[in-house]
């Protein structure tokens, strides 16, 4: 180029490049900073979150393994001298239900009526034995009467009185043995600690 406008010298004029260079370098800091604060906030709700959830943990633990007092509502099963059973016999055996009453009054139990089943229970019950009584016989009768029977049947009736009915069943053996219907029963009056609970 002629005239006024020579250019001499190293020197050209530059373009705004640096600019852009110093907008990509503070856009890359940026970004750096908030990537590092993302990741510090993550961490910090991972750790809030992971100590409440092992606060809980160690509550929940504690308070499952806190000793429980004993249980009022369940009522104490009556003593097998408080039980009046009557022995019926529903099988072609004959002297069952005497022998059996026999049994049960040398464990401790009142013994009421014995003789045969009556006709809608007679040879109809296939298993070791029906336990019939009226329906609070469930919350004590039933279970101290059970002790002396293995897989014993049992079922409530209308009736209000409080004896209950060991109906002898056609796959009837024997009572269970006294020492194994003694630890049934001393195992109903002090039931073991349920799960989680402090022994």
């Given at each position: ?179 194994v219907a003694d630890r ?16």
């Amino acid at each position: 180029m002629g005239g006024k406008y020579r250019i001499t010298g190293n020197a050209y004029p530059r373009m705004r490049r640096p600019r852009r260079r110093r907008k990509v370098v503070l856009a890359v800091v940026a970004a750096v900073a908030v990537i590092g604060l993302g990741g510090w906030g993550t961490l910090q709700l991972i750790d809030a979150f992971s100590d409440d959830a092992k606060k809980t943990g160690a509550k929940s633990r504690s308070a499952a393994c806190k000793p429980r007092s004993a249980p009022s509502a369940a009522p104490t099963p009556p003593r097998p001298a408080q039980i009046t059973v009557n022995v019926y016999n529903a099988t072609p055996r004959s002297g069952l239900a005497k022998a059996t009453a026999d049994e049960l009054q040398k464990r401790g139990f009142n013994i009421g009526k014995v003789g045969n089943a009556p006709a809608e229970y007679d040879k109809r019950v296939p298993g070791a034995g029906l336990l019939l009584g009226a329906p609070g016989a469930y919350d004590g009768s039933f279970g101290v009467l059970g002790t002396q029977l293995a897989g014993a049947q049992v079922k409530a009736d209308a009736r209000t009185s409080a004896d209950v009915d060991l109906i002898i069943g056609t796959a009837f053996k024997t009572l269970n043995a006294k020492p194994v219907a003694d630890r049934a029963l001393a195992a109903l009056a002090e039931p073991e600690p349920a799960p989680g609970e402090c022994g």
